[in-house]
């Protein structure tokens, strides 16, 4: 133990930090993508959502299995396993453009390398800040992974609109970064890689089923990438052929501004939050509900004017969505329930990836708009829900 303390600096933590950017990087550059297989190999809108949903698919389980793996085994092995999974999605992305099966694998292997990283990567972080501020560490990792998934799309969305192989020279820029970060955070020290005890799932379940979890988490915590996307998924393929307008890279664009506002609104945020945590999943649904509004009227009067105000407005949902649940938990869990609790939590929050593709569903029988103002409709219903329960959860 002594060597691994030796080992480690008070600037080791930003070799964790890296692989958790990179990884975020790689999990969301597929954002903008979307616009390019549509126009490049003639994909429907039903397809290439439902591939940018496949990461849910491989990141749930996994963010469930490395919380819990990552107390016997250690919080690095599960962060390797994560960048020898991120290589693997960018190269099968990087092969998949004519094959839809490949693009699939690629997202999966995507969301589970995504899944390695969120919680161990999270509590490597917080270890290797030992000293600092309480939170410091929390607000490290959060800011790396959210500046991770802001930087993808916009790189992303550049070379695929401006650079020769837009459906290769993403991943292959992917690639070399995570290749670097795989490098650097290999031979990190972990400080603490002992077996420690894994809490019994009935003790998890039995703590998720109070009045906090059911009646603030689990109304709110969906909306957090639910918001996010609706921004910088969903609006931006309502945008037709602008003349002028670089569609793929204002979709990137977008997807940064958005995930960017967040970053930037999140130690506001935590202040806000720190002394009644409950007060700010309301104010959250209410910025959502004003960000579904420019969203709709975007679905009605389609113009890349609308970009910009719904990145920044969902953006700022996703943030208050983001901290104030993840303050809540801290508020109420004790620390030997911290790992699976998060982990359900980060799980229900990932459940918004799927928004674009049950928005790309239901527009085949009724009109966009329509479902958009359902989900004004459904934010605002849930803000008076918890307004009301607050102070009683």
Excluded: C
Excluded at 148 to 171: D, E, R, S, T
Aim: glycine share 10%; hydrophobic share 55%; no cysteine.
């Amino acid at each position: 133990m002594d060597a691994l303390h030796a080992a480690a600096t008070p600037h080791t933590w930003r070799r964790v930090a890296l692989a958790m950017l990179a990884a975020g990087w790689g999990a969301n550059q597929f954002a903008p993508m979307l616009l390019v297989y549509r126009a490049e190999r003639g994909l429907t809108e039903q397809l290439v959502t439902g591939m940018f949903a496949a990461y849910v698919g491989g990141l749930v389980p996994a963010l469930l299995v490395a919380a819990w793996f990552s107390q016997h085994y250690g919080k690095r092995p599960m962060v390797r396993i994560s960048t020898v999974l991120m290589l693997v999605g960018s190269v099968l992305l990087l092969l998949g453009a004519d094959s839809p099966g490949l693009l699939f694998a690629g997202r999966i292997a995507s969301g589970v390398g995504i899944g390695f990283v969120m919680a161990p990567g999270t509590a490597w972080v917080k270890e290797l800040s030992a000293g600092a501020a309480v939170g410091t560490g929390a607000r490290r990792s959060t800011v790396a992974l959210t500046a991770g998934f802001a930087i993808g799309p916009i790189v992303a969305g550049v070379m695929a609109q401006w650079f020769p192989a837009p459906l290769q020279l993403p991943y292959a820029v992917h690639l070399v970064f995570q290749v670097i970060a795989a490098l650097v955070v290999w031979t990190a020290p972990e400080l603490d890689n002992s077996n420690n005890p894994a809490p019994s799932p009935r003790a998890a379940a039995s703590h998720l089923m109070q009045g906090w979890f059911l009646k603030l988490i689990l109304p709110s915590a969906p909306w957090v990438f639910g918001a996010a996307t609706v921004a910088f998924v969903v609006i931006p393929s309502l945008m037709g052929p602008v003349p002028g307008l670089p569609r793929v890279a204002a979709a990137g664009v977008t997807a940064g501004l958005t995930l960017g506002t967040s970053v930037l609104i999140q130690p506001s945020i935590r202040r806000y939050a720190a002394h009644d945590p409950g007060r700010t999943p309301p104010l959250a649904m209410a910025m959502l509900a004003l960000g579904m509004l420019i969203a709709t009227t975007a679905a009605l009067f389609p113009n890349p004017v609308w970009l910009v105000p719904a990145a920044l407005v969902l953006g700022s949902a996703h943030g208050l969505l983001m901290v104030g649940s993840i303050t809540i938990v801290e508020h109420h869990t004790p620390a030997h329930l911290m790992a699976p609790t998060t982990a359900v939590v980060y799980s229900l929050t990932y459940i918004g990836f799927l928004a674009p593709y049950f928005v790309s569903l239901a527009s085949l029988v009724i009109p966009v708009w329509t479902v958009l103002a359902a989900g004004v409709g459904v934010a605002l219903v849930t803000l008076l829900w918890l307004w009301y329960v607050r102070r009683d959860a």
